[in-house]
């Protein structure tokens, strides 16, 4: 769409060039690939924004951005990134982990079981993985067991953290879970559900950009990556899915979220399940 014909129809001047800048700079902080036929939304989702901070023009947030890019990254992935999550969403991946792996992992290896949920957003992945080695553990004997909940966003790490919820985002979470593993908030949180102490105990919240350096020094059993590459172009797929491989043991799973796949990406892994692989032998 013409730059003249663009501004016509909005409130804030957006050129190409502002654009241009906005695409290049969140591809190179956080490998999302904006495509030209993404400029509507950027603009909605931006607009937003703009009016929070007071600016008159997407010209005055590109300045703010080279400013002080760090500041306003987790506000600008915020916008433009959409973070749709449940509890056991995609069911069939913790359906997978209580039947096939835990109890695999648990008999061979002394007990030691480490998942990392890449991309955690707001909480409901990790908890739900929680919920299923907590099960796995009470009925296969206690163990060294953690997850590592990561997330690019403060703003979504602080709400993980909090571990209060609207009741409604329980819907899929089955009456005997519920139950057993959440509280009635009380005090600012009345009327929420709050997740149960021993989940919290099994997690640990950090923030991380997955393009840059990962501090982690063990290697993982399982890593849950699900319906966040999809916002990459090919190339950031490719070397994500290879630095994947090495933070794998020998053995370990990749789960990906439903729309995507590893197909023409890496032939580190194979399918062993619907979006479920296993790291290929070496």
Known sequence: MAATAFAAEHAYAFTDADFRFLREFVAAKCGIALGEHKRQLVYGRLARRLRALGLSSFAQYCELLRREPEAELDALVSAISTNVTAFFREAHHFEYLADELLPKLLAARGGRVRIWSAGCATGEEP??????????????????????????????????????????????????????????????????????????????????????AWPMRGTFDAIFCRNVVIYFDKPTKERLFARFAGQLAADGHLFLGHSESLYGMSDAFRLVGRTIYRRSAA
Request: positive net charge; proline residues 3%.
């Open 127 to 212: 908890y739900t993985l929680a919920m299923v080695l907590a099960e796995a553990l009470e009925k296969h004997g206690a163990a060294d067991a953690r997850i590592l909940a990561t997330d690019i966003s403060p703003q979504a790490l602080d709400a993980a953290q909090r571990g209060s919820y609207r009741m409604d985002r329980l819907d899929d979470v089955d009456a005997t879970r519920r139950r057993r593993w959440f509280l009635r908030g009380t005090g600012r949180y009345a009327g929420q559900a709050m997740v149960h102490p021993r989940l919290r105990e099994l997690i640990a919240f950090r923030p991380l950009n997955l393009l840059e």
